[in-house]
């Protein structure tokens, strides 16, 4: 390797470390739950955990593993194929005409992650005589997405749709052929809802398609969990999602909307046509959990139970958290190092949580995200709650 390359990658995780971005892995040794298994210095312990993407609690649904168990035994371990050359299974198809179902549209398109899913979506639907207004928030995977496409790119403030109307004009004015507005569903480092109703408004007075994604809301938002297009009654055009959190929490993406989008970049989308078939189990088990969810009204109740309860107790004690209604509850810390000093607070009390700073947030807004799930007990709430209350008088904050 050429002279002097890794000592520059050491000083730039050095620079990491000085300011104390540096991010570490904790090791489970559990299935994903309401509380887990970590592996530590001292041996294992048991921690409540308020970081998983497992709103429902399905990541270790016994119905789910089953129907992966039986997928495993029935279709073996992988495809070895892509999806066009031989790695096509019927429960692709199934898994595409499920979720399609569920969310009310023409058809569906597995990939790999969401991440795929955003990495595909524009470059195929859009050209250089096109727009995307993108939300400033909007999660990393659409800004990569929208870097693909040769689109013209406009941004607006998050959730501003006075600023979102003079991007539509701009757009308009520069001639723009067609032009597509994407926005989170449910922004995931603050839990705010986009507001759908009011996007629609202009985007049927500006003659634009609208895009969700919706990672942070499918399986668990709205009514039978059929996220924020369901919850605000406006509609998305095309909506984006994952299989990696509420809907069992193993892994894949996915696109659904009208017929020809989904046609199209069955045809043309580059994660799609140059990467692997989803594993049989994992789409065996996804199919499994989009009917679990849908019929979870218990759970969608608990998870809103859990919200309320840890929301008014936590503003109680005096944190400052983002306000809404979402299960994602930020807890409001500023510097990087006060984030990271109160996790390591809560995780010496078995409460296991993550600091989000730069680059994840904005410098100087660093925080806990706490995220509810319908798999942590009312006891395992109180706990969590205590064990706050107590860090956060050690590190100085109430
Ligand atoms: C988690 C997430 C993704 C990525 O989903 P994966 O399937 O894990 O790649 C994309 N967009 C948003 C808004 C997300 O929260």
């Keep these: 390797m050429q002279t002097g390359y890794l000592d520059h990658l050491r000083t730039v995780l050095a620079d990491i470390e000085a300011q104390g971005l540096m991010k570490r892995e904790r090791q489970i040794t559990s299935p994903q739950g309401g509380q887990v298994t970590v592996a530590g210095a001292g041996g294992q312990r048991q921690m409540v955990n308020l970081c998983a993407n497992n709103y429902l609690g399905l990541a270790d649904h016994p119905a789910i593993a089953d129907a992966a168990a039986t997928a495993l035994e029935q279709y073996g371990?992988?495809?070895?194929?892509v999806r066009?050359?031989?790695g096509t299974l019927d429960l692709h198809r199934e898994l595409e005409t499920a979720i399609a179902r569920y969310l009310g549209k023409d058809d569906a398109i597995l990939f790999a992650a969401c991440f795929d899913a955003n990495g595909a979506l524009f470059e195929t639907l859009l050209s250089e005589d096109d727009a995307i207004i993108s939300d400033s928030l909007n999660h990393a995977s659409i800004i990569d997405g929208v870097r693909l496409s040769k689109a013209k790119r406009y941004r607006f403030q998050t959730s501003d749709m006075d600023?979102?109307?003079?991007?539509?004009?701009?757009?308009v004015a520069?001639?723009?052929?067609?032009?597509?507005?994407?926005?989170?569903?449910?922004?995931?480092?603050d839990g705010y809802i986009a507001k759908l109703p009011e996007i629609r408004a202009l985007a049927d007075k500006y003659g634009a398609i609208i895009a969700v994604d919706d990672?942070?809301?499918t399986g668990h938002l709205g009514p039978e969990g059929r996220g924020t297009g369901a919850l605000t009654g406006a509609e998305p055009d095309i909506i984006t999602g994952t299989f990696g959190k509420t809907l069992g929490g193993a892994m894949g993406g996915f696109i659904t909307g009208p017929q020809a989008v989904i046609d199209l970049l069955r045809q043309r989308a580059r994660p799609y046509l140059f990467s692997n078939a989803l594993a049989p189990a994992v789409t065996a088990g996804s199919l499994r959990a989009i009917e679990i969810a849908r019929g979870a009204d218990d759970l969608r109740q608990k998870l809103t139970d859990n919200t309320r309860t840890f929301r008014q107790r936590m503003g109680e004690l005096g944190f400052d958290l983002l306000p809404g209604e979402t299960p994602i509850i930020p807890v409001m810390l500023g510097e990087a190092t006060l984030a990271q000093n109160l996790a390591a607070a809560l995780d010496r009390r078995g409460v296991y949580v993550a600091g989000f700073f730069f680059p994840v947030v904005p410098k100087g807004k660093a925080r806990i995200r706490t995220q509810m799930s319908a798999a942590l007990s009312a006891a395992d709430i109180d706990f969590a709650i205590g064990a706050f209350a107590e860090a956060g008088?050690?590190?100085?904050?109430?």
């Design 215 to 217: 990672c942070h809301a």
């Design 174 to 189: 520069d001639n723009a052929r067609f032009r597509l507005i994407v926005t989170d569903g449910v922004f995931s480092m």
């Design 163 to 171: 600023d979102l109307e003079t991007q539509l004009k701009q757009a």
């Design 393 to 398: 008088k050690e590190v100085g904050i109430l």
């Design 84 to 86: 066009f050359i031989c």
């Design 77 to 81: 371990f992988g495809m070895a194929s």
